[in-house]
């Protein structure tokens, strides 16, 4: 009897213990990975150097200065293209477990197509790699960041179905020359973004305005193409490191204006995450029912003959199901949404019938589409496990704009915070979030913003030829983090003030 009660001392004491180190919500689960993040276009420079071909991006920001807010461009950006060994310094210093960065696709084979390969191109990335092998860093390689070669973009871009095998020549040759030393490799960076702010919208290169049909289709081919990427690694590839390959979305947050108004919420994911998401992660793939036949109606009140959203052949369907070993998420900001009629004569986005507002309360960064809003970021966390039946999610980008300064208050105050909510997802939601990577390691070239909006740990003087780095605070906080893989959730953070 007394041993029995001992037993059952023991027990319970044992499963005390268990509890309180399981229910530690502060410390990130073992095995997480934390890293930073960036893209080739933002940070290389050196856009005609190495036999580098014409991408989108150099033949907009030459042509459409005005454009870019400060009729700035990334012919330099942050030089990583001569400086890439500090940066990886920088990153030792860090000890991130990883580091995500893009291939230039025109620097590999500047002219597009796969009959020429520049083996210089090639070199600064195979030894971009065995640098941060070295210090210990695992590369994460995304094949495509919206810079693909100019001479494609004559020919339609991601609205000519060519692209799909045009990508897919590209992807094979950078999977031949760098699996066997890379473990993790994203396809297409935001497909949404490049489709509506690129073919649409004229915020992004190429800079056209095609309607809402430019949109559509340039999904529908981005999808395909990131279908047929996806099983030429796997079928080719994967052997070599046992490696993983997935997408990345970015999915903002949407908490509803009216309580009561929860479809809004579920009909604004379905239109922008969920689009490309359901076709990969559902179980019955294709794009939401929903989306079709909102978008089927609308074309044909329009007056189209046909719905602008392509449709998916069943043979397609199945080829895309299941394509993504991971969820990759950047995850910025949220909106408040509410239904809304929907009418004739629109953009793509409002076939959805959901109107996108700010709370004029919430925090601000650089970025005009930048709210402070950490409970978002938990939401769509729950949204994303739930609709997909819980799949391990890989933070790819997040992060906080500034204009200036190396005391960056805010940006600690934001990345905390976002962390925090992280965590709760993790431990009191249940989801499964694997990695976490900060957008960016270096202030870089912000698209249309040019270099006006900071999102950099470290700060980039550029207007300095040598392109200086100087570490800010929040190089330090998240250093820190990582070093004791753990949030202090009792600190005491400095109010986050409108800039
Ligand atoms: C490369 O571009 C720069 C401008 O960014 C220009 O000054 C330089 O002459 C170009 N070099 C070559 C070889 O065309
Ligand atoms: C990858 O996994 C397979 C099957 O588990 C194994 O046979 C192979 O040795 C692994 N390869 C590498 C490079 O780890
Ligand atoms: C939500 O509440 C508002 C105001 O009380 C009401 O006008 C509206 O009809 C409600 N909507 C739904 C979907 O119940
Ligand atoms: C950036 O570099 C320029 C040129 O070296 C220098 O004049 C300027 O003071 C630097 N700016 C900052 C913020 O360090």
Redesign the pocket.
Known sequence: MASYLFLRVAVSFIFIVTYIFATDTSSFPKNFLLGTSSSAYQIEGAWNESDKGESIWDWWTHENPNFISDGSNGDVACDSFHKYKEDVKLLNDLKVDFYRFSISWSRILPTGYANVINQEGLNYYKNLIDELLANGIEPFVTLYHWDHPEIFERMGGWTNEMMVEWISDYARIVFKELSPKVKYFATLNEPNVLCEEGYETKIKAPGKNLGSPGVFLCMHNMLKAHAKIYHIYDEEF?????GTIGIVLPCSGALPKYLNDTAAVDMHFQFKCGWIAHAIFSNTGDYPQIMKSHVAENSKLAGYPRSLLPELSSEWVQYIKGTSDFFGLNHYSTWLVETVPRTKEQEWYAYSGVKESRDPSWPKAASKWLNVVPSGFREIINKIAREYDNPPIYILENGFSDRCCTFDYLRISYLHSYIKAMLLAIYEDGCNVQAYSVWSLLDNFEWSAGYTERFGLIHVNFTDSNRKRTPKWSMDWYKDVIATRKLNFTWELPTIIHI
């Open positions: 994967r052997k070599h490191r046992n």
